[in-house]
């Protein structure tokens, strides 16, 4: 019997997170005739916009719950839209519901917020999209979250981080139903990695330090072109054209870090794309400013948990 998936869309839903673990499950009953039975579900059904203004068709919440949902997989996704749907009480509802019957309930991006607002997260372990962890913790500090995950499993609870992460949990929950065999199939047929390397943060480090108002975006960005030189607080605030006092303190409030874990940040995303791209690890570490491989060792253990040589490998 095909297991249901049902996914709950909303207005300015985000396409790639309905989209991506589609395409997973499309290909695994590729592998599997069978194996799944995808559907979409919105308050009042119809065509739903998606932030991109494409649009999805839809059953309604009253067509959904008409129909039993045995082996069913409840998920929600993230996008613009998702403050807005967690506070209505339709959709909260029908998550509360139809969770009572489900086998499992898996959030995609943001969609955690969802699950959460409904009240079905209490002391559960779940990650988010990273932009959104701040947020997530201080709406909801019933639930544990692990910021840094890809994906997170705790019981009948998955969540993923943001956006493509939602592949990488529907690689996971296909090895769970179909075997591992079938997953990497799936991800080899999707040109993706079956596991990912490290946590999501490696994807947005730069992107992260330049909140604020973007007053050291250019900094950083001579930083990571000039990796090769040994930077200190007075050559940074030197080119930043303040005293290294007050440099060192606003940089910090800005960009949520000091100056010397910014540019160990930037050398470990930079030495870890080398190694992705083939690289060795004594150039690896040569390229991107380490002045030694043990040195960058040891900074990929403190910023990702895993050594260098373990990315490469994978």
């Known amino acids: 019997m095909p297991k249901t998936l049902l996914f709950v869309l909303y207005p300015n839903f985000q396409l790639l997170d309905v989209a991506g673990p589609v395409a997973a499950f499309e290909a695994a009953n590729d592998q599997c005739p069978d194996s799944y039975q995808i559907r979409l579900t919105s308050e009042h059904g119809g065509l739903v916009k998606s932030s991109s203004g494409l649009a999805l068709p839809t059953e309604s919440f009253t067509e959904a719950a008409s129909y039993a949902l045995p082996c069913c997989t409840l998920l929600t996704v993230g996008g613009y839209g998702i403050d807005a749907a967690s506070q209505n009480p339709a959709i909260v509802d029908f998550l509360a519901a139809r969770a009572t019957n489900a086998e499992r309930m898996a959030s995609i991006c943001s969609g955690a917020f969802l699950f959460a607002a409904a009240g079905l997260l209490h002391d559960k372990t779940v990650t988010t999209h990273w932009k959104r962890s701040n947020d997530f913790r201080q709406r909801f500090p019933e639930v544990k979250l692990e910021a840094d995950r890809i994906y997170v499993n705790d019981g009948r609870v998955w969540s993923s981080a943001g956006i493509t992460a939602g592949i990488d949990l ?25 596991r990912r390397p490290g946590g999501q943060s490696q994807y947005s480090a730069l992107l992260e330090m330049r ?17 090769e030189q040994a930077f200190s607080v007075d050559d940074l605030a030197a080119r930043a054209c303040m005293s290294p006092r007050h440099f060192a303190r606003t940089f910090t409030a800005e960009t949520g870090c000091s100056p010397a874990h910014a540019v160990e940040r930037l050398r470990v995303e930079t030495a870890a794309n080398a190694l992705e791209n083939g690289e060795n690890v004594q150039i690896a570490a040569r390229q991107s400013g380490f002045s030694s491989p043990e040195v960058m060792r040891r900074a990929f253990l ?13």
């Not at 529907?170 to 079938?182: N, R, Y």
């Open 211 to 227: 909140g604020g108002q973007g007053r050291f975006a250019e900094l950083l960005d001579y930083i990571r072109c000039n990796l």
């Open 170 to 194: 529907a690689l996971a929950l296909i090895a769970v139903d179909l075997g591992e065999p079938i997953a990497r199939q799936v991800a080899r047929q999707l040109v993706v990695y079956y």
């Open 302 to 314: 403190r910023l990702r948990g895993m050594p260098p040589s373990a990315l490469r490998r994978n």
